[in-house]
Nanobody, 123 residues
Framework: QVQLVESGGGLVQAGGSLRLSCAAS????????MGWFRQAPGKEREIVAA????????YYADSVKGRFTISRDNAKNTVYLQMNSLKPEDTAIYYC????????????????WGQGTQVTVSS
């Protein structure tokens, strides 16, 4: 049974940093893409960043380029999202997700999801 467990969310002031973690278990993820999505109240779930588990190749949404960094630790089966220079508009629930194959921007193409972690950025 696949499990994705996020942690690391919280309340931070604008300009601050947080690091989210996603601990993955239940399968071998070598042929998978791991994505970080976020959903703010009243908005659709949107992709923030993604990483190919095997190659480490990354994708970023334009809104977070230069501020967020996605990475993975194969030994710990964990994916990270380092978020710097946070803005109030980054406030959302952040979800970790997995899909087999290539990066797709649409949330409903991802098979496995974590429970989400709240990130709140105050101005």
């Amino acid at each position: 049974q696949v499990q994705l467990v996020e942690s690391g969310g919280g309340l931070v002031q604008a300009g601050g940093s947080l690091r989210l973690s996603c601990a993955a278990s239940g399968r071998t993820f070598s042929n998978y893409v791991m994505g970080w999505f976020r959903q703010a109240p009243g908005k659709e779930r949107e992709i923030v960043a993604a990483i190919y588990w095997s190659s480490g190749r990354t994708y970023y949404a334009d809104s977070v380029k230069g501020r967020f960094t996605i990475s993975r630790d194969n030994a710990k089966n964990t994916v990270y999202l380092q978020m710097n220079s946070l803005k109030p508009e980054d406030t959302a629930i952040y979800y970790c997700a997995a899909r087999r194959g290539v990066v797709i921007l649409t949330a409903n193409t991802y098979d496995d999801w974590g429970q989400g972690t709240q990130v709140t950025v105050s101005s």
